[in-house]
Every structure is written in structure tokens, then in C-alpha cells.
């Protein structure tokens, strides 16, 4: 199975940090957001990541390139493990396609059709949103296998004031309250009329019908070419099914808070830099 990371967005809400490079390349303490996401995508057996990135900012091409210069020079050094790091990043297996205009992540995804091929169904993760354990996907696999191979999602569940910034589904229970058959998705809704408090959430397992039904996907919400709405196309001819994702197993950084919220969260995780958070905080 392949896996398609959209990270072709403009990332207005970061500026002037993303005037030269993606959100997507913003480091999560030592390594870019999007590594994470390569590798979760790679230890969930994927075949092939194909990253979908704006020829504009090519930090994406070369970061995922070796760099044997800078490799050489830090083995001279004795920095091993730097220079490991360095032809870890450069060795993992990455294609990149463009997407020539950001005209929407629906758009992002078609970007990767050729690539993708139209016969088994594929992965798209978003390039902001990170699941450090890798314990996502395999669930996803297994849910759309039990359910003859339909397209599953993941949700997370969100305060009710938060949900008018998410896509939110509309679902009823199966397996026990884990899993869910989407009914219905709405995007943005207002908070008192969501049909519930769970969340779309960044990682996808879609059939390959969902990339066709893409091609005739108009323009939606903002004038962008929404998945969301290519899945609202796709209720009507087959299932779909959503997963939650624990509090602690998803994190976003797609806006500025949400990515400063991820760093502290996944610092005070690491013994070697939970206290300097502690410290900064217990110095306030
Ligand atoms: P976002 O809406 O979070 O990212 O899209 P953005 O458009 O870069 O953010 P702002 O609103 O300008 O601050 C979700 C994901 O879809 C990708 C983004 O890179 C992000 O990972 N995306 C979005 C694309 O690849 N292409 C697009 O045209 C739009």
C-alpha cells in the first residue's frame, strides 16, 4: 500500500516562518514535523511515501536527499550520531510530487493519482498532524479489513466549543464504541448543531474510487478542492468507517498554538528535556 503526505499548503498561519518553507519542514523537537509522518507511514508497512510538496520550497526534496558533504564531515568529526541522523533523513525512501497551485488538500491528494495507481487503496496522512507511536495506521488496516476493505478515517474527540474549526462526523457505534460507520461528515460546523464531538483527524485509508470521484470534485469550503467532500461523494456508493485516536496518541501542529502545545507534550515525554519545560514553566 502507498501513502500519500499532502504538505503543499501555504501555511499562512505560520508566517513569516513559512515564507521560504513548508509548515510541514517546522521542527517537533529535533527532527521536521513531516519525518515523523514519513516514518509512522514506513513503520506501518507502507511500499511507497509520496510526499506532495510546492516546487517553491525544495527544503522537502533536500532534506530527504543524502547529503554526503555534510555526512563526511560530521563522521570526521566524531559527531556519529549527528551523522547518522543526517543519512537516516537522507536515505528514507521519498517521492515527491508537485502540486503547481495549493488549491486545496482534496486537489493535494489527485496531485499523487499517477503515483498512487487505481488499483489498491491508499493512505493519505497529513504532513501536520503526527502519531509519534505509529499505532494509527495498523488500526486503520484492520478495521477496513473486517469491514471488506472500506475506507477508514480517524477522529479524535474534541471539546464541543472546538468542533466548529474540524470536519465532525456523524456516525453510529460498532465494535464496542471504537469504531464507528460514518453516516454523514460536516465541515466547520457550528458548535450547537455538530452532529457530534468527533473530529476528522489527518489520517485516512481510502478506496481507490475516492481518487476518481476527486476528478469531479468542485471547488467547496473557501474555494478549495475539499476531501471532505470527495468522502461525502463516497458515503452514497460505499462504507466508511472511523477509529478514535487517544488524546495522547495524536498531536497536531498545523497552527502556531497547536504546534507549540505538541512540542511541550512530546518534551515532557523525553527524561532528558521534561525538565527544562518544567523549569521554564515553574520559573513564570
Ligand atoms: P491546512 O489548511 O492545515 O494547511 O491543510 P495550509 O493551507 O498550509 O494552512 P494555512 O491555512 O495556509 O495556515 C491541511 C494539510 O493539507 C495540505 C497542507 O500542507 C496541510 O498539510 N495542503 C492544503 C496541501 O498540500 N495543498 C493545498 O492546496 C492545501
Excluded at 510530487?97 to 499523487?112: I, R, S
Excluded at 491508499?122 to 499505532?135: E, R
Excluded at 453516516?183 to 457550528?190: D, F, G, M, Q
Excluded at 496518541?249 to 497547536?258: F, H, P, Q, W
Amino acid at each position: 500500500m502507498k501513502a500519500v503526505i499532502p504538505a503543499a499548503g501555504l501555511g499562512t498561519r505560520f508566517l513569516p516562518a513559512t515564507k521560504a518553507q513548508p509548515k510541514e519542514m517546522l521542527p517537533v523537537l529535533e527532527r521536521p514535523a513531516l519525518q515523523y509522518v514519513v516514518e509512522e507511514a514506513l513503520a506501518a508497512g507502507v511500499s511507497e511515501v509520496i510526499v506532495v510538496s510546492n516546487d517553491d520550497k525544495p527544503s522537502i526534496r533536500e532534506h530527504f536527499s543524502p547529503n554526503v558533504p555534510l555526512f563526511e564531515m560530521l563522521s570526521n568529526k566524531g559527531k556519529t550520531s549527528f551523522a547518522d541522523a543526517v543519512a537516516h533523513a537522507g536515505g528514507l525512501p521519498v517521492s515527491i510530487v508537485p502540486q503547481p497551485e495549493p488549491l486545496g488538500l482534496g486537489h493535494a491528494v489527485h496531485c499523487a493519482a499517477d503515483a498512487v495507481g487505481a488499483d489498491e487503496p491508499f493512505f493519505v496522512l497529513l504532513g501536520d498532524v503526527l502519531v509519534p507511536d505509529n499505532g494509527v495506521l495498523v488500526r486503520m488496516k484492520e478495521v477496513s479489513e473486517s469491514h471488506g476493505g472500506a475506507s477508514v478515517i480517524a477522529v479524535l474527540r474534541v471539546p464541543r466549543e472546538e468542533v466548529s474549526r474540524f470536519g465532525v462526523i456523524d456516525g453510529e457505534p460498532v465494535a464496542g464504541g471504537a469504531v464507528w460507520r460514518v453516516r454523514s461528515l460536516v465541515e466547520k460546523p457550528p458548535c450547537d448543531e455538530a452532529p457530534s464531538e468527533l473530529a476528522v483527524f489527518g489520517r485516512y485509508l481510502l478506496t481507490p474510487r475516492v481518487m476518481e470521484l476527486l476528478v469531479t470534485t468542485a471547488p467547496g469550503a473557501g474555494g478549495e478542492i475539499q476531501l471532505t467532500d470527495a468522502l461525502l461523494a463516497l458515503l452514497s456508493e460505499e462504507e466508511l468507517y472511523a477509529i478514535e485516536v487517544a488524546p495522547d496518541e495524536g498531536y497536531d501542529t498545523g497552527t502556531l498554538e497547536a504546534w507549540l502545545d505538541t512540542n511541550i507534550r512530546l518534551a515532557l515525554r523525553d527524561p532528558a528535556l521534561a525538565p527544562v519545560v518544567r523549569a521554564a514553566v515553574g520559573a513564570r
